[in-house]
């Protein structure tokens, strides 16, 4: 028996949503058996021409597609939410600073959780990608109290496949964690990486990368993909919530370790309770389980802290959209 669930994607219009609607529509994410929907508050026209070319993928699994801008509609009753819809990094680049981002976004991420806390379903699981995403998944946090804490995270996935890649490319695939922020101070963690037979990465990688040079690599590989390719990432982002999704939903492999920015509880890792911060996790009945017991060593936790205080300031920066 087909189970529907209904999945909700805000900025489906925009370069992230075109690649992750493929990931959705084609049943890998929710395993086989469900089927989708899908909206986005703006852009409908061109939203109309991604509708016509999803239908004639003829996916067997996609049940129907709606296109709203109202949030009611799209939210009611929703099982999944990619909140993907934000300000795009590129006009972050233009010289607009950080701050002034969280700002902009904080708005739409209030009005959302607003709404997602009266229409949709209490299990639902959501998913922040619009930067700043860990802030704007602390404030959807505090928007949606009828919402379990554990059922909203943040997308730190792509800087965990980024730092897979390091490595991978000439050592072989690691479980490797994304400590803090999805921002510049990010902490890719390489001296606790490991290869799925438990064999540590850092005693190998460290002939190639030095710590700083390790971190700086991945920290900086979004400006370096807009350098080349002059749009921020957006296939290798989709990747990225398909594979958190799925990880989420269907569970970790035996041995895997992910990375996920999630609400933190008061106690995990000394990180202040309601701050949205990446953690190593592994997920077993669509639950995520903080892995626990990593010891940072000296360097390491100044990489830790760095990231920490980001986001504190960012929580109180947008504890403004409280107080309107
Ligand atoms: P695009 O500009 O291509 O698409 C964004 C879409 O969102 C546009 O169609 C826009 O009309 C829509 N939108 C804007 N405000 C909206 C609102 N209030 N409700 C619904 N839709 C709205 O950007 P794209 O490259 O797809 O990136 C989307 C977001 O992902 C950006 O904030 C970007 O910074 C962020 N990213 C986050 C990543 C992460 O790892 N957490 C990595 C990739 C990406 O940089």
Same mark, same amino acid.
């Given at each position: 028996?087909?189970? /529907?669930? %209904? ?12 690649? #992750? ?19 986005? /508050? ?30 009611? @509609? ?12 934000? #300000? ?14 969280? %700002? ?64 991978? %490319? ?14 510049? &101070?990010?902490? /890719? ?21 030095? @710590? ?14 807009? %350098? ?51 953690? /190593? ?25 760095? &990231? ?5 300031? @960012?929580?109180?920066?947008? @504890? ?5």
């Amino acid at each position: 028996i087909l189970v /529907p669930v %209904k999945v909700v994607i805000t900025g489906a219009a925009g370069q992230i949503a075109y690649s #992750l609607l493929f990931h959705v529509c084609s049943g890998q994410i929710f395993g086989n058996d469900q089927v989708r929907f899908m909206q986005i /508050p703006s852009m409908i026209s061109q939203l109309e021409g991604v509708r016509m070319e999803l239908e004639d993928c003829a996916f067997p699994l996609l049940n129907q597609l709606s296109i709203t801008d109202n949030l009611e @509609e799209a939210f009611k009753d929703a099982d999944y939410a990619f909140l993907i819809g934000a #300000l795009p990094r590129k006009q972050f680049l233009r010289g607009m600073e950080r701050k002034d981002l969280l %700002k902009s976004n904080a708005s739409i991420f209030r009005n959302q959780g607003l709404v997602i806390d009266n229409v949709a379903k209490k299990s639902i699981k959501i998913l922040v990608v619009g930067n700043p995403a860990n802030t704007n998944a602390y404030i959807l946090n505090k928007s949606t109290p009828s919402i379990p804490s554990k059922n909203i995270s943040a997308l730190t996935r792509l800087d965990q496949n980024r730092a897979t890649f390091q490595i991978s %490319k000439t050592l072989g695939v690691p479980n490797v964690v994304v400590w803090g922020n999805h921002s510049n &101070t990010q902490f /890719p963690d390489p001296k606790h990486a490991l290869f799925d037979d438990g064999r540590q990465v850092w005693p190998i990688l460290k002939a190639k990368f030095d @710590e700083p040079n390790f971190i700086e690599t991945v920290q900086n590989r979004g400006t370096d993909v807009i %350098k080349a390719r002059k749009l921020s990432s957006a296939m290798s982002a989709a990747k990225a919530c398909a594979d958190h999704m799925r990880d989420w939903c269907l569970g970790t492999k035996q041995g895997e370790i992910v990375s996920m920015a999630v609400v933190s509880n008061g106690n995990m890792y000394g990180i202040p309770k309601d701050i949205v911060f990446s953690v /190593p996790v592994t997920c077993n009945n669509g639950e995520w389980k903080l892995v626990e017991g990593i010891e940072l060593d000296f360097s390491s936790k100044k990489y830790f802290e760095s &990231t920490l205080n980001e986001l504190k300031q @960012e929580a109180l920066d947008a @504890e403004f959209v409280f107080q309107e």
